[in-house]
């Protein structure tokens, strides 16, 4: 009987793998998304209310001049009470949203002498699909609820391109201008001087000798298009040439974890970025989806691909992003269960194997299937600290150039 493997059985496997299916699928998502580093973590609370309210303090109101404030003689103050300054804050509201959803129906005969090498094959395949979707989510989130966004187009004043940058500028919309081309090193580097003396953005601090930064990410095609850049390429050079790490690095990778910032600005690559077509009659980007379905009806089997109108889209969307502009929340009961524990802003939701035996489709429990649920909150902060920049793609440039003599004959 020790070989023989029940329906039952399969289920109590898939069960007691669910920690490990979790904790995979969290380390998946560390490794690989470059959103779900930028927001703190927390937890949503149980039993007190499906909606919450966050209070944030607002900078203060000063009663005198900043730039000449008022001094009078010490001798002089007796009796007075000087100028008063007030504060305020603005109550954001938030709520936790989930997505479900299931995978398809498995036979457990067709998997009786697979079992262990199907289920790995199907791990692997599960940790991308919610790693993707988690990334997704949370680069949505960003775009929509963000409180400044930016335009990358020629012949305007930063002020007719640049939209919202106020506390009470929660999910504003771009200027209504279409880009001219791609987003420079120069425009970012004003918008990250404009993120710190405007919009007084803190910045991430970094150890060693690094120094602080904000965060840019982008696809791969424009965070080469930024490093090419002049400027940025004489320095780096320059800086690998002198055998300083900071150079190396970062000619070298582009992601935070593993390059310094280049003069405030550390680098991630977006693998899938956001790209539209132009914008809705609501002013909103008509985005397409990266991803497209194959489907077999004859077999109900579906597996999906690179969707050509995303690869052909003329617009593309990036980030520029200071600390604490969202927490990341995730249900209070999901924080941790027995002897496993997880990180709260990494948790995918709750996954479990699905088998029912009933008295018409499924008497003999031959099939299952697997179901989870993502469920999770953002609690703004400062909204306005994220500036998502739109700007227009161009062909790649492949640097190949035309061959005129092919022999030492034609010479």
């Given amino acids: 009987m020790a070989d023989c493997i029940t329906p ?12 490990r299916l979790v904790g995979s699928v969290a380390r998946s998502l560390a490794a690989n998304s470059p959103f779900i580093n930028l927001l703190d973590g927390g937890t949503f609370p149980s039993g007190v209310s499906d909606e919450q309210r966050t209070a944030v303090q607002m900078p203060a109101a000063p009663g005198d001049s900043l730039a000449i404030p008022t001094f009078v003689n010490d001798t002089a103050v007796c009796g007075t009470t000087g100028s008063q300054d007030l504060a305020d804050a603005i109550n954001y509201i938030y709520r936790l949203k989930t997505k479900r959803s299931f995978g398809p129906r498995i036979c457990v005969k067709q998997g009786y002498s697979a079992f262990k090498s199907s ?17 997704a989510d949370v680069r949505a989130q960003l775009y929509l609820n963000s409180g400044s966004k930016f335009v990358a187009a020629a012949g305007y004043c930063f002020e007719d391109l640049f939209t919202g940058g106020d506390f009470p500028d929660v999910g504003v919309q771009f200027a209504n201008v279409l880009p001219t081309g791609p987003v420079t090193f120069k425009a970012v580097h004003y918008l990250a001087r404009h993120l710190k003396e405007v919009l007084w953005a803190d910045m991430w601090e970094a150890g060693g000798k690094a120094q602080m930064h904000f965060r840019f990410i982008g696809s791969s095609d424009i965070v080469e298009s930024l490093r090419n850049e002049v400027g940025v390429e004489r320095v780096m050079l320059a800086l690998a040439a002198g055998s300083y790490k900071l150079g190396e690095a970062s000619l070298a990778g582009y992601s935070w974890e593993t390059a310094p910032a280049y003069r405030g600005i550390a680098f991630g690559v977006d693998q ?3 790209r539209a077509t132009g914008f809705n009659p609501d002013g909103s980007l008509a985005l397409v989806n990266p991803r497209l379905t194959v489907t077999d009806a004859a077999n109900n089997r579906a597996y999906s691909k690179t969707n050509p109108d995303w690869l052909a889209a003329e617009y593309e969307v990036a980030f520029l992003v200071a600390p604490m502009t969202f927490k990341r929340l995730v249900p209070e009961k999901y924080v941790g269960e027995g002897s496993f524990k ?11 194997w699905h088998y029912v035996r009933d008295n018409d489709c499924n008497i003999w429990g031959d099939f299952g299937w697997h179901i989870y649920q993502i469920t999770r909150a953002y609690q703004p902060q400062r909204p306005h600290h ?11 440039d492949l640097g190949l150039e035309e061959c005129t003599v092919t022999s030492c004959e034609s010479l």
């Fill in 342 to 352: 997880f990180a709260p802003q990494l948790h995918m939701g709750e996954l479990e």
């Fill in 119 to 135: 289920y790995s094959a199907a791990e692997d395949s599960l940790n991308k699909l919610v790693t993707q979707y988690i990334n």
């Fill in 272 to 274: 899938t970025p956001l």
């Fill in 8 to 19: 039952s059985e399969i289920s109590d496997i898939a069960q007691k793998d669910t920690q």
């Fill in 386 to 396: 994220i500036i998502p920049i739109l700007y227009k793609r161009c062909k790649a």
